[in-house]
Each structure stands twice: as structure tokens, then as C-alpha cells.
């Protein structure tokens, strides 16, 4: 329950901090989020928010000289202490490590574009941890749930789903494609998996189910691999379409520009207004 209050407590702080940095001096310009940062499931404004707080952190990450492959190597380590924490029922604090995760894994990019070392390697071992830490809390909660085959198929579609949704955007970028952003992107992934996992206690278990313990975490994870699920066929269906049909895209060069790796930072991480 601490931690969980905890979590609510820093998410009010950010939100009211952001509602007052955009009552004084406006929206804060983001230019890698795009200019639909948000979804059906994630309002942008709650994206922008979230991505304005971690810039103070990158700021401060930028001059002690941390490097981008350390955030990203810790945020593998907190996302696998996910799996034993689901595993043994341990929600609020599996949900936890995921958020510093996440965090992490936003901020290892941030760094390496403030310093000016980020490169196609940084990008492969990002997608690489991504994609480890994407499956590590469904697998916990798939041996936390295993005593009923419904339960235990539910947290596992979920992870495939994950998978498909980043295999599916990979696809398109490879090819130079600008799509709709779609639905279940990874940080929305995190939000709606933390949140299952917060509420799993307020209702232990319910007979109506056969005795499942904590339903609500159950029914969180079902949308996150129903509605991944769905979005990863929409990704895959334009994709297809694009590559018949370029109009119906815009076209981008197939890879990043990035910049060469350099010994030394090149600046602080810029203040995005």
C-alpha cells in the first residue's frame, strides 16, 4: 500500500508540476514525440508531461558523465527483478521496478543525444533489453497465475502481443515508413501494466472466476494482449499497404542520422521549451 500511494503521490507531483509550467510559459516543445504524442489509451498531454519531468534526471545523468549503455544495462537489471516479484505476488513492488525501468530506458536516450554519442549500436542493444524487459513481469505473472490454464494463457498472450506490436513497428521503420502511431506502444504498456498490478489487491480473488486471486490485475493484462494483439495485425496491414502503395504514407530516409561517438559530452542535455 506505501509503495502504491508512493507512485500516486509522484504522478500527481509531475502532472500538477506540468500544469503549472503550461499555465506560465505554455506546452513544452517535444520534438521526438511528434505532434500526436498521445492515443486512444494514453492522453498526449499525460505522454508530454512524463517526458518533461525526465529531462531534470537526464540533466544530471549528462553531468556525471553516465554513459547511455549504463542506463540502459540498469534498466534491464530493474526490469527482471520484475520476474520473481510477479512470480511471488509481490505487485506493488514488481510494479515499481517496471516504472524505474521504463525511466531508465527513456533516459539512456536522452544522454546519448545530449552527449552526442548516440549510435545505430546504443539503438540495437536498447531494442534488444527493450524487448527482455517487455517479457519479464508477464512471465513472472504467468507462474504467479499458473494453477488455472485460463489465467495462465492470459499473461502469456500478453507478452507475444508486446513482441508483435515491437516487431511490427520495427518493420515499418526499416522501410522508411511514417504510420499512425497506433495503439499499445511500449510506454503505454508500461502504464496500463503498472496500474494492473497496483490495483491487483484491492479485490484478493474472486469466486466467480474459481477462486482467482486478484482479478483486476488479470483483467489489465487481457487488455494489454487483446488490444495488442489487434494493433500489431493494424500495424502489419498498413505496412503492407504502404509498400504497395507509398502514397499512402510519407516517406523517411530507412535509418536514423546519427552522430559519431564521441569521448566527451558535448553540452547539457537542452531544455525543450
Known amino acids: 500500500m506505501v509503495i502504491t500511494l508512493a507512485a500516486l503521490l509522484l504522478c500527481t507531483v509531475v502532472v500538477a508540476s506540468y500544469a503549472t509550467r503550461v499555465a506560465r510559459s505554455g506546452r513544452a516543445a517535444h520534438p521526438r514525440l511528434g505532434p500526436s504524442p498521445g492515443s486512444a489509451l494514453l492522453p498526449g498531454w499525460l505522454v508530454e508531461a512524463f517526458y518533461w519531468a525526465f529531462h531534470a534526471p537526464g540533466r ?17 537489471v530493474f526490469c527482471c527483478a520484475s520476474l520473481p516479484l510477479a512470480a511471488t505476488g509481490r505487485f506493488a513492488e514488481a510494479a515499481a521496478v517496471i516504472i524505474v525501468g521504463a525511466i531508465l530506458d527513456a533516459l539512456d ?4 543525444r545530449a552527449r552526442g554519442i548516440a549510435s545505430p549500436s546504443g539503438a540495437v ?5 527493450d524487448r527482455i524487459a517487455d517479457a519479464a513481469p508477464f512471465i513472472g ?5 499458473r494453477h488455472n490454464v485460463v489465467s495462465l494463457v492470459i499473461p502469456l498472450a500478453a507478452m507475444v ?3 508483435l506490436v515491437s516487431y511490427a513497428r520495427a518493420k515499418a521503420d526499416q522501410h522508411g515508413l511514417v504510420l499512425p502511431n497506433g495503439l499499445m506502444r511500449r510506454h503505454e504498456r508500461v ?4 496500474a494492473s498490478l497496483f490495483l491487483g489487491p484491492v479485490i484478493p480473488y474472486t469466486q466467480a472466476l474459481g477462486g482467482i486471486p486478484r482479478p483486476l490485475t488479470l483483467l489489465g493484462v487481457g487488455l494489454v494482449a487483446v488490444v495488442g494483439t489487434v494493433a500489431s495485425f493494424v500495424l502489419v496491414a498498413r505496412t503492407r499497404a504502404a509498400l ?4 499512402l504514407v510519407t516517406a523517411k530516409s530507412p535509418r536514423p542520422e546519427f552522430a559519431p561517438k564521441s569521448a566527451e559530452p558535448r553540452g547539457p542535455l537542452p531544455v525543450e521549451h
Open 60 to 76: 544530471a545523468l549528462v553531468a556525471l558523465h553516465v554513459s547511455p549503455d549504463a542506463c540502459t544495462y540498469a534498466s534491464l
Open 109 to 112: 536516450g536522452m544522454v546519448a
Open 125 to 129: 542493444l536498447d531494442s534488444f533489453v
Open 141 to 145: 505473472l504467468a507462474i504467479y497465475y
Open 161 to 163: 502481443a508486446s513482441s
Open 191 to 194: 502504464v496500463y501494466l503498472s
Open 244 to 247: 504497395r502503395d507509398p502514397r
